[in-house]
T-cell receptor, first 113, second 115 residues
């Protein structure tokens, strides 16, 4: 079945450091790919998405590119801030059939001043 | 615009007891989802409604879990009887329609502890 694998956390960085959180997926066909974020004490919210190969999703300085050849959707940010501390979830949604979100396990990011 | 509302926020019960969670989606959203998030894991879809009809309940443990969506708006999720492994956060989400082009908006969740 469809699945998402994220890099294990937790990840701890200093402010202004470069961030990469790896995400790879297994799916039939060409799914849409998502990154969700959960800030402390808040609900899950969509951070960015990409719906086809080579698409780049971006939001709040974060970027991720849909790589069909490597089945990956790595999340990157050039300079993290303390306010980026949160849990990040990679997810996919296959087209057709049951269009449900399948999530990875999440990666906890802590950014220190 | 009001977000997805859930209640209660926290619930502690003994195993074999029953419990119910309530969700009020964003107004006008036809699609409603219930997810189970066990500590250290990502959310897992339990059931998806389109208006008041079930679209997907393939991962709902139907021997103990049930859900309904009253008049296509509010929804309740029930567990009877609860097991220790049901300890998790139960998330409700809604979207205007189903599919990848329609963002799912999540509520704050209900944290269930089964003792």
């Amino acid at each position: 079945g469809d699945s998402v694998t994220q890099m294990e956390g937790p990840v701890t960085l200093s402010e202004e450091a470069f961030l990469t959180i790896n995400c790879t997926y297994t799916a039939t066909g060409y799914p849409s790919l998502f990154w969700y974020v959960q800030y402390p004490g808040e609900g899950l919210q969509l951070l960015l998405k990409a719906t086809k190969a080579d698409d780049k999703g971006s939001n709040k300085g974060f970027e991720a590119t849909y790589r069909k050849e490597t089945t990956s959707f790595h999340l990157e940010k050039g300079s993290v801030q303390v306010s980026d501390s949160a849990v990040y979830f990679c997810a996919l949604m296959a087209r057709g059939g049951s269009e449900k979100l399948v999530f990875g396990k999440g990666t906890k990011l802590t950014v220190n001043p | 615009e009001a977000g997805v509302a859930q209640s209660p926020r926290y619930k502690i019960i003994e195993k074999r007891q029953s419990v119910a969670f309530w969700c009020n989606p964003i107004s006008g959203h036809a699609t409603l989802y219930w997810y189970q998030q066990i500590l250290g894991q990502g959310p897992k879809l339990l059931i998806q409604f389109q208006n008041n009809g079930v679209v997907d309940d393939s991962q709902l443990p139907k021997d103990r879990f049930s859900a309904e969506r009253l008049k296509g708006v509010d929804s309740t999720l029930k567990i009877q009887p609860a097991k220790l492994e049901d300890s998790a956060v139960y998330l409700c989400a809604s979207s205007f329609r189903a599919g990848p082009d329609n963002e799912q908006f999540f509520g704050p969740g209900t944290r269930l502890t089964v003792l």
